[in-house]
């Protein structure tokens, strides 16, 4: 579980990065954290494993100070994925990429091989387990680095832009790949600004603006609320978008419709 | 990284930020000549309130105090070290290097502080040296915070895979940021290739002899300003190596 | 007339046996705003690169068929002549930016063109007047946002003069909004002018509103090429089609004929309203 309470968070800079932000997440939730570039989010994840600490208020894991514990402590209750693979694959085997982090949280050996193994399994990289992380491909070097956090077990899965830059097909797997983690139990939270791929597969949504929370709710409640997406610079989903505009016109009778099925219901009554 | 704020650049429209690169290098080549030629801790002390007043001219005194608070520990121990292995005049020695390193220091300063990377290879490429020397130079300078940031996300990354950075013995944390190296390396090579086909994108080498956009003109004040700093720092110098001049301090 | 002509290209990197371009046909004409699209790893960013020259020139490789962008073949043009007709910007936007100004930015490839200092200072003017910079002139890359630094960079290639704009995902790391500044500020600025844009996007619920044709890329090959909805439709399983398009053809499918097919949700609500209004008559 992760608790905020009245976050601020300042670089050393000077530039305020968080304004009083509070949220609890809990466990099992599938949460998605919204808003344009510079609005806070992934300074925000980066508190859930302790990489940086609140200038002031306080964040709690599982009930946990996180000023109280080490990154490595934490990181292995909250793993968190980062953008870009690049930045985060360090081995020189895709087997050994995995070890990396199961060696830093000193699992035995028998532990390790197992995990690699299932690791490899789920991420369907079994085949390149002796090649070179940097020969994959973008879309495989990202899985790369989701089995490297999977293989030992956090709790709670941070993901940031998991499909930033992606093409459909990749897309796709990510989000089968969250519907797995979902079934496992885990906790996820995503920061992206992929409203569409948000849409199909997160229950609750926080948005962000300036450093601070501007709304956070069921998906159906924000999505549909097309003025508070504004705020936050997000450009609306289609489908809810069109229903808010059809609505205003008086075309159909509901506002709050996510799904392209949904709304062709609603227009053969009138069609 | 604060050690090296006072080194890089902060657009302010200041008296010295307005003065031509080579004039400012003209400053700081005297400033050095001089600290280098006199050993006495009283020049070195009128040489550094003399850059002090510039930095205040230059609205730069803030983030140069705040280099210094951090070199604090580093002049202490030249100060220690020197006085441990001089046996004459202990105290006059190691005042007076200790002082010449913060002059040093503060006169280089207080050149990077007003004077951009782009200014820098004009000055270059004003004074004949190629343009593919001096763009190297402006890219040099240009590409450090963006590494400084990979660098910072990358150690977030390790950290977040568990691995204690700072934690064991000396040789194991030298193989800890040896993990850094790896995917830095690899995206800085990865970078420098985007950059190369960027740079041929905007037809970079089309033409040998280029006009640039804003050539640096050196202006009246800017040869006043040059000719007196150098004059007075040679001729201060010829006289003291000529007379050999015990000055009383 | 087309401005681009290819024909039966292939191309392999220097270093590979596989081609990686396996057989490409293409013509572009000046006004087109083509959305080049695909999964990753299909060719695109290569193609893009053999229509301003880098490959081969940059690369090495061997290239076979014929590739003629101007009338000018790129195999035998140097890249830096080929920069005066073909503006290439790429995804990130950091490693085009070079220089403390904007200003100083959009003079590099002028000064590079070997045009007199006067003539430079004018065509910065102009640029930055043109892209809505004027205000940004004297700012670092630094303390721009992604979206601003993108627009300098398309600024700083446009500035030449160029009859085609390249741009390989120019908007992977932006956020939607800025995204969809940058996709209107080539219509705008660009194609309306008369030139030609070929954009690599994955975003097409974005892109859709602007393109005027869309290319799918599969394995090297070009596998669906024409007007933006027909394309889509035969490509499905491969790229994604945006929502309100599904929801056209399965309007359709149920015998709801609605004037056009929808570019974005305000067009789509302007036509179901229309369609409604005229059965109300």
């Known amino acids: 579980m992760i608790e905020v309470v009245d976050v601020y968070y300042e670089y050393a800079d000077g530039t305020r990065a968080l304004n009083g932000v509070s949220l609890r997440i809990g466990k099992g939730e599938i949460v998605a954290i919204m808003g344009e570039n510079g609005a806070g989010k992934t300074t925000l994840v980066k508190h859930f494993n302790g990489l940086l600490k609140p200038t002031k208020g306080t964040v709690k894991i599982n009930g946990i100070d996180t000023r109280e514990k080490s990154v490595a402590e934490l990181s292995k209750i909250v793993g968190i994925v980062f953008q870009n693979p690049d930045h985060q694959l360090f081995a020189d085997t895709v087997e050994e990429e995995i070890k990396f982090s199961l060696k830093n949280f000193n699992f035995s050996e028998d532990v390790i091989s197992s995990r690699i193994k299932w690791a490899l399994k789920i991420m369907e990289l079994e085949k390149y387990s002796r090649k070179s992380p940097y020969t994959l491909s973008v879309g495989e070097r990202k899985r790369l680095a989701i089995a490297s956090v999977l293989a030992y077990d956090p709790e709670i899965i941070v993901l940031d832009e998991p499909t930033a830059g992606q093409d459909w097909i990749q897309k796709e797997k990510i989000s089968e790949i969250i519907n797995l983690l979902k079934h496992m139990g885990k906790t996820i939270v995503i920061v992206t600004h992929d409203i569409e791929f948000v849409l199909e597969r997160v229950n609750r949504i926080i948005l962000m603006a300036n450093g601070k929370i501007i709304a956070d709710g069921k998906k159906r409640e924000i999505l549909s609320n097309i003025r508070i997406l504004e705020r936050a610079r997000l450009i609306p989903p289609q489908i809810p978008h069109l229903s808010y505009l059809l609505y205003e016109k008086g075309v159909i009778d509901r506002r709050d419709i996510l799904f392209l099925d949904e709304l062709l219901r609603e227009l053969e009554a009138r069609l | 990284m604060s050690f090296l704020e006072a080194f890089s650049?902060?657009?302010?429209?200041?008296?010295?930020?307005?003065?031509?690169?080579?004039?400012?290098?003209?400053?700081?080549?005297?400033?050095?000549?001089?600290?280098?030629?006199?050993?006495?801790?009283?020049?070195?002390?009128?040489?550094?309130?003399?850059?002090?007043?510039?930095?205040?001219?230059?609205?730069?005194?803030?983030?140069?105090?705040?280099?210094?608070?951090?070199?604090?520990?580093?002049?202490?121990?030249?100060?220690?070290?020197?006085?441990?292995?001089?046996?004459?005049?202990?105290?006059?020695?190691?005042?007076?290097?200790?002082?010449?390193?913060?002059?040093?220091?503060?006169?280089?300063?207080?050149?990077?502080?007003?004077?951009?990377?782009?200014?820098?290879?004009?000055?270059?490429?004003?004074?004949?040296?190629?343009?593919?020397?001096?763009?190297?130079?402006?890219?040099?300078?240009?590409?450090?915070?963006?590494?400084?940031?990979?660098?910072?996300?990358?150690?977030?990354?390790?950290?977040?895979?568990?691995?204690?950075?700072?934690?064991?013995?000396?040789?194991?944390?030298?193989?800890?940021?040896?993990?850094?190296?790896?995917?830095?390396?690899?995206?800085?090579?990865?970078?420098?290739?985007?950059?190369?086909?960027?740079?041929?994108a905007r037809a970079y080498g089309a033409v040998k002899n280029v006009k640039l956009y804003r050539p640096l003109k050196m202006t009246m004040k800017d040869k006043i300003i040059s000719v007196i700093t150098l004059f007075l720092s040679l001729t201060i110098t010829i006289i003291s190596v000529l007379c050999q001049i015990n000055l009383p301090f | 007339m087309a401005v681009i002509e290819i024909s039966d290209l292939y191309y392999r990197y220097p270093v590979s046996t596989d081609w990686v371009l396996k057989g490409i046909n293409f013509r572009a004409k000046r006004g087109e705003y083509i959305i080049l699209t695909g999964p990753s790893g299909c060719g695109k960013s290569t193609f893009a690169r053999v229509l301003n020259g880098l490959i081969p020139n940059f690369y090495g490789g061997k290239l076979r068929g014929i590739a003629k962008v101007m009338n000018?073949?790129?195999?035998?043009?140097?890249?830096?002549?080929?920069?005066?007709?073909?503006?290439?910007?790429?995804?990130?936007?950091?490693?085009?930016?070079?220089?403390?100004?904007?200003?100083?930015?959009?003079?590099?490839?002028?000064?590079?063109?070997?045009?007199?200092?006067?003539?430079?200072?004018?065509?910065?003017?102009?640029?930055?007047?043109?892209?809505?910079?004027?205000?940004?002139?004297?700012?670092?890359?630094?303390?721009?946002?992604?979206?601003?630094?993108?627009?300098?960079?398309?600024?700083?290639?446009?500035?030449?003069?160029?009859?085609?704009?390249?741009?390989?995902?120019?908007?992977?790391?932006?956020?939607?909004?800025?995204a969809l500044e940058i996709l209107k500020l080539v219509k705008e600025n660009i194609v309306s002018r008369g030139k030609l844009a070929i954009v690599i996007e994955h975003r097409l619920e974005l892109a859709l509103r602007f393109a005027t044709r869309i290319v799918v890329m599969v394995d090297g090959r070009i596998i669906a090429d024409g007007q933006p909805f027909e394309t889509l439709q035969s490509v499905e399983n491969i790229v994604g089609v945006p929502k309100i398009v599904k929801l056209y053809y399965r309007l359709l499918n149920k015998g709801v004929y609605l004037k056009n097919p929808p570019r974005s949700p305000e067009e789509m609500a302007t036509y179901i309203c229309s369609e409604l209004g005229a059965r109300d008559d």
Request: hydrophobic fraction near 45%; aromatic fraction near 12%.
């Open chain 2, 9 to 200: 650049y902060r657009r302010k429209n200041t008296f010295i930020h307005l003065l031509d690169p080579r004039t400012k290098f003209s400053i700081l080549v005297s400033i050095t000549l001089l600290s280098l030629g006199f050993f006495s801790s009283l020049i070195q002390l009128l040489l550094l309130s003399f850059i002090i007043f510039l930095l205040i001219i230059a609205k730069c005194f803030r983030e140069w105090l705040r280099t210094m608070r951090s070199m604090i520990f580093l002049l202490i121990l030249i100060f220690i070290l020197n006085y441990l292995t001089v046996i004459h005049n202990r105290f006059e020695y190691s005042l007076s290097m200790t002082l010449r390193f913060a002059t040093l220091t503060s006169a280089f300063s207080l050149f990077f502080l007003t004077t951009t990377p782009d200014e820098l290879a004009l000055a270059l490429e004003s004074s004949g040296i190629p343009r593919d020397y001096s763009l190297m130079f402006t890219l040099a300078l240009r590409f450090v915070p963006t590494m400084a940031r990979d660098i910072n996300i990358v150690m977030d990354a390790l950290r977040s895979r568990g691995l204690e950075l700072d934690k064991g013995k000396f040789k194991e944390r030298i193989k800890n940021y040896g993990y850094l190296l790896v995917p830095l390396i690899i995206y800085e090579i990865r970078r420098s290739l985007m950059v190369a086909e960027a740079l041929e």
């Open chain 3, 72 to 178: 000018l073949d790129i195999s035998r043009t140097p890249t830096y002549i080929l920069a005066k007709h073909v503006g290439m910007v790429f995804q990130n936007p950091e490693n085009q930016l070079f220089f403390s100004t904007v200003e100083r930015e959009i003079a590099f490839g002028l000064e590079n063109l070997g045009y007199s200092s006067e003539e430079i200072s004018d065509r910065v003017e102009e640029t930055l007047e043109r892209f809505n910079l004027v205000h940004l002139r004297n700012k670092a890359p630094y303390e721009l946002s992604g979206g601003q630094q993108q627009r300098v960079a398309i600024a700083s290639v446009m500035a030449m003069d160029p009859e085609i704009l390249v741009m390989d995902e120019p908007t992977a790391n932006l956020d939607p909004l800025s």
